[in-house]
């Protein structure tokens, strides 16, 4: 059993700054392991934001968050990051953090379905 709890969200301005961060326990990552965010806006179908592989270091990011966010993981302390630079209006929405303990390869980490345990959220809004 795995445990995800995001904290950092809040209210930012647009071209401000936030940094989400995700804490796992309960066991620890294998080598196979992926880390992932997502995000869901209201009326809105949940969304892969970026994922990192968790032995590798190997990231991925949605066309729309490309220069802007960085994901990145600190494994002594079991936690995986989006920093958020330049954020945008579009932006807002809870943001999931997302653990898929054995990825293959072989499909993109944007599939949700392949996410085997998930956070609760962290509401992130960015104002105009």
């Known amino acids: 059993q795995v445990q995800l709890v995001e904290s950092g969200g809040g209210l930012v301005q647009a071209g401000g700054s936030l940094r989400l961060s995700c804490v796992a326990s309960?066991?620890?990552?294998?080598?196979?392991?992926?880390m992932g965010w997502f995000r869901q806006a209201p009326g809105k179908e949940r969304e892969f934001v970026a994922a990192i592989r968790w032995s590798f270091g190997t990231t991925f990011y949605t066309d729309s968050v490309k220069g802007r966010f960085t994901i990145s993981r600190d494994m002594a302390e079991n936690t995986v990051y989006l920093q958020m630079n330049s954020v945008k209006p579009e932006d807002t929405a809870v943001y999931y953090c997302?653990?898929?303990?054995?990825?293959?390869?072989?499909?993109?980490?944007?599939?949700?379905?392949?996410?085997?345990?998930w956070g609760q959220g962290t509401q992130v809004t960015v104002s105009s």
């Open positions: 997302a653990a898929d303990l054995d990825y293959s390869g072989t499909y993109h980490p944007e599939r949700r379905d392949k996410y085997d345990y």
């Open positions: 309960g066991r620890t990552f294998s080598r196979y392991a992926l």
